[in-house]
Nanobody
């Protein structure tokens, strides 16, 4: 059974930083592309960043490019999202997601269509 567990969310002032983690279990982590999505109250769940199964390729939403960094440690079965220069509009529940297909391009995970598994999310709150 695949499980994704996010952690690292919290309350931060505008301009601050957080590091989110997603610990995966239940299958060979290094075989699957991964991504982060976020959902603010009353809004749809939006793509934030994706990373290939090897960690070589990364993709970002325009709104977070140059502020957020996605990475993974396949030996530790963990993915990360470094959030810098946080703004109130970044406040949301952040979800970890895993591709349903082995060795597929992470570019496909910019849409939730190919997400096979979701975590339960971690809350990020940004005060102005």
């Amino acid at each position: 059974q695949v499980q994704l567990l996010e952690s690292g969310g919290g309350l931060v002032q505008a301009g601050g930083s957080l590091r989110l983690s997603c610990a995966a279990s239940g299958r060979t982590f290094s075989d699957y592309a991964m991504s982060w999505f976020r959902q603010a109250p009353g809004k749809e769940r939006d793509f934030v960043a994706a990373i290939s199964w090897s960690g070589t390729y990364t993709y970002y939403a325009d709104s977070v490019k140059c502020r957020f960094t996605i990475s993974r440690d396949n030996a530790a079965n963990t993915m990360y999202l470094q959030l810098n220069s946080l703004q109130p509009e970044d406040a949301a529940v952040y979800y970890c997601a895993s591709d349903r297909r082995r060795y597929y391009s992470a570019s496909n995970l910019r849409s939730s269509t190919d997400v096979g598994y979701w975590g339960k999310g971690t809350q990020v709150t940004v005060t102005s």
